[in-house]
């Protein structure tokens, strides 16, 4: 019998020595349903011409990745990241990508409140070109270690206030194992998420210990400590059923052939789903 694998989707960051037809062709060989796309591998080619590619192949573009970093002292550098993020919704649709997820930045030379308000701005000077593209912007709250420069949305409690706010079908939330799964409100948090109607997208990957790198050593499911079954069973509990997708950055991982590598995430997705 065939696995089940239609709700398991990849980062194309996770096998980043492939280019995006290679990643295609190899997951769609694999059966897996869907793929997220981040945005080197779409640079290469033109947004246009990837999505030509995409569409040849059998797999559900469920992201692109990623927009945010909207928090700048320097008011012109606002101004730019709006364009950027509008430039990446324009993306987003060229390749058939419902979300656009947001690292919603921060900047370290003034208050996580006021690179908040930014964020708020931000994205609200962006949602209309996000509704004229039929993109939702999916706010993805970063764990704490990142609230320097990369985001200042630390809980998804803050994102909840934050999607809540704006009470609008273009903004919903990116909820990621790697982020969250230390916060003792998870539970709670994921309940009112999905409640509000807000829980677009869950990514999953593990949390290795010790930790090597901030950024490129997160671990394969089952690998680490993040009681991924349980979040998962709380994910599901609101009704979710969308895809459940694969983010891991490792340099580590990175190293060994990505067929390899591809096996092994078939097999630690398997055996928790
Ligand atoms: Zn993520």
Not at 176 to 193: F, K, S
Not at 238 to 259: C, H, K, M
Request: charged content about 20%; hydrophobic content about 40%; overall charge negative.
């Amino acid at each position: 019998m065939h696995p089940d694998l239609s709700r398991l989707c990849i980062h194309t960051i996770t096998t980043k020595p492939w280019d995006l037809e290679e990643a295609l062709d190899r997951y769609s060989r694999a059966g897996v349903g869907g793929i997220s796309v981040w945005q080197d591998a779409v640079a290469a080619l033109g947004s246009r011409k990837a999505g030509d590619l995409i569409r040849q192949y059998p797999v559900d573009v469920v992201s692109y990745v990623r927009g945010g970093f909207f928090p700048a002292a320097d008011p012109q550098a606002r101004l730019n990241a709006i364009d950027r993020n509008k430039k990446m919704l324009d993306e987003a649709a060229d390749i058939g990508a419902p979300i656009l997820v947001l690292v919603c930045g921060a900047d370290p030379g003034q208050p996580l409140e006021l690179s908040r308000a930014q964020i708020r701005d931000g994205i609200e000077a962006v949602i209309p070109h996000a509704a004229a593209n039929g993109v939702q912007l999916a706010i993805e709250p970063l764990h704490p270690m990142y609230a320097d420069t990369r985001s200042a949305v630390n809980t998804l409690e803050q994102a909840n206030d934050m999607a809540e706010y704006f009470n609008s079908e273009w903004v919903g939330i990116a909820v990621d194992v790697y982020h969250l799964w230390w916060d003792p409100h998870l539970e709670d948090q994921i309940a009112r998420c999905g409640r509000n109607g807000n829980l677009s997208a869950f990514h999953i990957c593990d949390w290795n210990t010790p930790t090597s790198d901030m950024l490129n050593d997160r671990g394969l499911m089952g690998e680490g400590c993040i009681p991924l079954h349980q979040i998962s069973t709380w994910v599901e509990r609101t009704g979710f059923s969308g895809y459940r997708e694969v983010e891991i950055f490792s340099n580590r991982l990175w190293q060994i052939p990505q067929q390899e590598f591809l096996d092994k995430i078939i097999s630690a997705y398997l055996k928790i789903w």
